[in-house]
Every structure is written in C-alpha cells, then in structure tokens.
C-alpha cells in the first residue's frame, strides 16, 4: 500500500519561509512523478511543483516560480518543497501526490486527476 505523508507546515510571517516534506512508502524511483498541490480555502486544488521521473523535468505554477524549490532526497525516500518569500496568498492546505503509471510533463503534472495517491495535507498559514 503507497502512503505519503507530508510535514513541515505551520504558521509563518510574510516574507518568511518553510520547509514540507513528503515521505513516501516505496521507493521515489518507482514514481513516474512525485507533485505537490494546494489548496486554500474556498478554492480548488492547484498545483505548486513537480518533478517528473518520465522527463527528468521539474515544473512550477507562475505563482510561485522563483520562490519555491522542489528537491528530494532517494535514500531517504523524501521529497521536500522549499518555500522562501511567503505571501498571504500562499495560504493553504498543501497536499504530496504522487504517480506511478501515467505519463508526466509539461502539459498534465498540474492536473490533480491524474495522479493515484494522496498525502493527508499539512497546514501552511502566512500571517502577520
């Protein structure tokens, strides 16, 4: 059985940072992508970084584009999303998926249907 499960949110000043991180329960090369998603309140799910096995590729939503960075660590099956100059609107439910059949790139890692397995979500709150 996949299990992911995400760590690392909390409250945060604007301007401020945080690290997630995803565990995942085989290994992260068994994957053809490994994404994270968010989502705030009264919104839907959007996706905010992916690194795809399928391409070797890594993608960013604009809004976060030069901001946050997707990394990952295979031995100890962990992938983590570094969060530097957090706004207000970076506030939201953020959400590991991951993927182990479809193809990923440019064109589909945002689309949150594709993806078969589901962290439990952390917290993230930027305010002052």
């Known amino acids: 059985q996949v299990q992911l499960v995400e760590s690392g949110g909390g409250l945060v000043q604007p301007g401020g940072s945080l690290k997630l991180s995803c565990v995942v329960s085989?290994?992260?090369?068994?994957?053809?992508?490994i994404s994270w998603f968010r989502q705030a309140p009264g919104k839907e799910r959007t996706g905010v970084s992916c690194?795809?096995?399928?391409?070797?590729?890594?993608y960013y939503s604009n809004s976060v584009k030069g901001r946050f960075t997707i990394s990952r660590d295979n031995a100890k099956n962990t992938v983590y999303l570094q969060m530097n100059s957090l706004k207000s609107e970076d506030t939201a439910v953020y959400y590991c998926?991951?993927?182990?059949?479809?193809?990923?790139?440019?064109?589909?890692?945002?689309?949150?249907?594709?993806?078969?397995?589901w962290g439990q979500g952390t917290q993230v709150t930027v305010s002052s």
């Open positions: 085989r290994l992260i090369e068994d994957y053809h992508a």
């Open positions: 690194f795809s096995n399928t391409d070797d590729s890594t």
């Open positions: 998926a991951a993927e182990d059949f479809a193809y990923v790139d440019s064109t589909s890692w945002d689309m949150g249907t594709l993806y078969d397995y």
